[in-house]
């Protein structure tokens, strides 16, 4: 009996010496697998840590990297602040993602234009839910299908049918200003998004929301949204899926995110049946399209429904995505410069004055804005570019290098980002004398000529620049002279430096676009 139990003993205690042994050696396989993992990870990532060590940047800590010195919602005045102390291209570390800050326009020129650089990074995934994967977010070979149909849809043509929208929302925002007048200073972006929204809302859909003389719940989405998307871009937490899908944030996101889909979609869908049965009828009577496309002017939807129809075969949800992007893209950018214009007139009344001057002379005090009219308001063409090189919307735009990628004197290598800080290029003190004075004149032919062509690119520039550049001009010109023709401006902010800011999908000033208004004899 007692040997029995010994023997048990025994066994059990080999047993479990066994178990032991099973679990110390699957440990040590564990930790071997984990180094030869990371040993392998740090190996193939070797070209960035060496072209990381070439380059000058903030010390950075080990796993975090920058990532205290960068990321939080003031990322952007703490990116400026960086970028004026070392020079370009600078290299950031925000946890394992290598980036480097471009503010030089050689190095630019080589960038925009580069095949090597034409994806966008992945920094930008959360703005999707809002873009909805159109022109600016879809990753290179979507990108290059779409945007070869689409370009053609913003020919002169087709734009100069859009002035009249222009001019028509422009005098509205100018009707809805009255509220304004001798009140003091208010926060003019509140007016002008509305009347962008509804200018794009037009020409991007072929829909009328009446954004500026109704309550539209779609702008309080689109703000919510953007909110969101940009809190997950900035504050490290909410970074991870995993973390941020148990926040109440995710709920609330997707269910924006449902509400604007719907909100697109049924237009696309609409609009594609309308046109369906619109050319149902035409094969059974043409005579009837001729009569009813006379003077007709078509939405960018309507143009890429029939080129969809005709063999470029964009699905539904294809052509939503692109509209999301037109709108979004569109609405928010104008309204902010055009907004920074406002101000910029407001603080120089010797400027303003000779904006006035200009719009009288050329379009006389009462009659809408025609396209004709544009090419002669060449000095509000100059106070508008001058806007755009202190407060470019899109201050800094993110590429990602597939391919090693050569500088002058530096090789940015391939799997790192890189982020052209245009706001910084725009007031570097090496490329713009006395870069803080609002000066139009630099915009004179002869001015441009003496500087680098990449050393003002507030649309960005290469084959993937802003796809709205002559719209957002034409826009903004319309916009400006409506206003300044019937409103005397002013501002509390004294100086360009005074006017603090921040960033999300464009940047604005911290205490907004601050304004007062009077009625012009
Ligand atoms: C003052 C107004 C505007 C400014 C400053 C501006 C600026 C920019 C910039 C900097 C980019 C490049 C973004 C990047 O590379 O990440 C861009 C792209 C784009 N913009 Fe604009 N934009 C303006 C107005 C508009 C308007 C009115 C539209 C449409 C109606 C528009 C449509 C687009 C599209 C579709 C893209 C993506 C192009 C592509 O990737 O192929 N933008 N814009």
Same mark, same amino acid.
């Given at each position: 009996?007692?040997?029995?139990?010994?023997?048990?003993?025994?066994?059990?205690?080999?047993?479990?010496?066994?178990?032991?042994?099973?679990?110390?050696?699957?440990?040590?396989?564990?930790?071997?697998?984990?180094?030869?993992?990371?040993?392998?990870?740090?190996?193939?990532?070797?070209?960035?840590?060496?072209?990381?060590? #070439?380059?000058?940047?903030?010390?950075?800590?080990?796993?975090?990297?920058?990532?205290?010195?960068?990321?939080?919602?003031?990322?952007?005045?703490?990116?400026?602040?960086?970028?004026?102390?070392?020079?370009?291209? &600078?290299?950031?570390?925000?946890?394992?993602?290598?980036?480097?800050?471009?503010?030089?326009?050689?190095?630019?020129?080589?960038?925009?234009?580069?095949?090597?650089? &034409?994806?966008?990074?992945?920094?930008?995934?959360?703005?999707?839910?809002?873009?909805?994967?159109?022109?600016?977010?879809?990753?290179?070979?979507?990108?290059?299908?779409?945007?070869?149909?689409?370009?053609?849809?913003?020919?002169?043509?087709?734009?100069?049918?859009?002035?009249?929208?222009?001019?028509?929302?422009?005098?509205?925002?100018a009707k809805q200003l009255e509220?304004?007048?001798? #009140?003091?200073?208010?926060?003019?972006?509140?007016?002008?998004?509305?009347?962008?929204?509804?200018?794009?809302?037009?020409?991007?859909?072929?829909?009328?929301?009446?954004?500026?003389?109704?309550?539209?719940?779609?702008?309080?989405?689109?703000?919510?949204?953007?909110?969101?998307?940009?809190?997950?871009?900035?504050?490290?937490?909410?970074?991870?899926?995993?973390?941020?899908?148990?926040?109440?944030?995710?709920?609330?996101?997707?269910?924006?995110?449902?509400?604007?889909?719907?909100?697109?979609?049924?237009?696309?869908?609409?609009?594609?049946?309308?046109?369906?049965? #619109?050319?149902?009828?035409?094969?059974?009577?043409?005579?009837?399209?001729?009569?009813?496309?006379?003077?007709?002017?078509?939405?960018?939807?309507?143009? &890429?429904?029939?080129?969809?129809?005709?063999?470029?075969?964009?699905?539904?949800?294809?052509?939503?995505?692109?509209?999301?992007?037109?709108?979004?893209?569109?609405?928010?950018?104008?309204?902010?410069?055009?907004?920074?214009?406002?101000?910029?007139?407001?603080?120089?009344?010797?400027?303003q004055d000779k904006v006035y001057?200009?719009?009288?002379?050329?379009?006389?005090?009462?009659?809408?804005?025609?396209?004709?009219?544009?090419?002669?308001?060449?000095?509000?063409?100059?106070?508008?570019?001058?806007?755009?090189?202190?407060?470019?919307?899109?201050?800094?735009?993110?590429?990602?290098?597939?391919?090693?990628?050569?500088?002058?004197?530096?090789?940015?290598?391939?799997?790192?980002?890189?982020?052209?800080?245009?706001?910084?290029?725009?007031?570097?003190?090496?490329?713009?004398?006395?870069?803080? #004075?609002?000066?139009?004149?630099?915009?004179?032919?002869?001015?441009?000529?003496?500087?680098?062509?990449?050393?003002?690119?507030?649309?960005?520039?290469?084959?993937?620049?802003?796809?709205?550049?002559?719209?957002?001009?034409?826009?903004?010109?319309?916009?400006?002279?409506?206003?300044?023709?019937?409103?005397?401006?002013?501002?509390?902010?004294?100086?360009?430096?005074?006017?603090?800011?921040r960033c999300d999908f464009v940047?604005?000033?911290?205490?907004?676009?601050?304004?007062?208004?009077?009625?012009?004899?």
């Amino acid at each position: 009996m007692k040997e029995t139990t010994t023997g048990i003993l025994k066994e059990s205690k080999l047993a479990e010496t066994l178990t032991q042994n099973i679990y110390v050696t699957l440990v040590f396989i564990l930790i071997f697998n984990f180094i030869v993992w990371y040993g392998q990870y740090h190996w193939r990532r070797r070209k960035l840590y060496v072209a990381a060590a #070439k380059a000058n940047g903030p010390l950075a800590l080990p796993f975090v990297g920058n990532a205290f010195d960068l990321v939080g919602s003031n990322f952007f005045s703490r990116a400026m602040k960086i970028a004026t102390v070392y020079k370009s291209p &600078l290299r950031v570390w925000l946890g394992q993602k290598l980036i480097f800050v471009v503010t030089r326009p050689d190095e630019v020129e080589i960038i925009v234009n580069s095949p090597c650089s &034409l994806e966008k990074d992945d920094v930008i995934q959360p703005i999707d839910v809002i873009l909805n994967n159109g022109l600016l977010t879809a990753a290179v070979p979507k990108w290059k299908r779409h945007r070869k149909i689409i370009m053609p849809t913003f020919n002169q043509k087709v734009l100069n049918g859009f002035i009249e929208i222009f001019a028509e929302q422009s005098e509205i925002l100018a009707k809805q200003l009255e509220n304004e007048v001798g #009140k003091g200073t208010f926060d003019v972006i509140h007016y002008v998004r509305r009347c962008t929204l509804d200018i794009i809302c037009e020409t991007a859909m072929g829909v009328t929301v009446n954004a500026q003389t109704t309550d539209v719940v779609y702008m309080e989405w689109i703000s919510r949204a953007l909110e969101i998307a940009f809190l997950r871009m900035y504050v490290v937490w909410y970074k991870p899926d995993f973390i941020f899908n148990l926040t109440p944030l995710k709920k609330e996101l997707d269910d924006l995110e449902r509400k604007l889909r719907n909100f697109t979609n049924s237009v696309v869908k609409q609009k594609r049946a309308a046109y369906q049965k #619109k050319m149902k009828e035409a094969r059974e009577r043409p005579e009837a399209l001729l009569e009813e496309d006379s003077g007709k002017r078509n939405s960018f939807l309507q143009q &890429l429904i029939e080129l969809s129809e005709k063999g470029a075969n964009f699905t539904d949800e294809e052509l939503g995505g692109e509209v999301d992007t037109f709108m979004n893209a569109g609405s928010e950018t104008t309204g902010s410069m055009s907004s920074f214009a406002f101000i910029m007139l407001a603080m120089f009344p010797e400027i303003q004055d000779k904006v006035y001057e200009e719009v009288i002379k050329v379009v006389g005090p009462d009659r809408l804005i025609e396209y004709t009219d544009l090419g002669k308001l060449v000095y509000l063409e100059r106070v508008i570019k001058e806007a755009l090189r202190l407060f470019p919307a899109g201050a800094l735009i993110t590429r990602s290098v597939a391919k090693d990628l050569q500088l002058k004197n530096y090789t940015i290598p391939a799997g790192s980002s890189i982020i052209i800080l245009i706001i910084g290029l725009h007031t570097s003190s090496e490329f713009w004398p006395d870069p803080m #004075k609002f000066d139009p004149d630099r915009f004179l032919s002869e001015e441009v000529s003496k500087r680098h062509p990449y050393s003002w690119i507030p649309f960005s520039s290469g084959p993937r620049n802003c796809a709205g550049l002559k719209f957002a001009m034409q826009a903004m010109k319309t916009l400006i002279a409506t206003i300044v023709r019937k409103y005397r401006l002013s501002t509390e902010y004294k100086t360009i430096e005074e006017i603090k800011l921040r960033c999300d999908f464009v940047i604005k000033p911290v205490e907004g676009y601050k304004l007062a208004l009077e009625l012009r004899e």
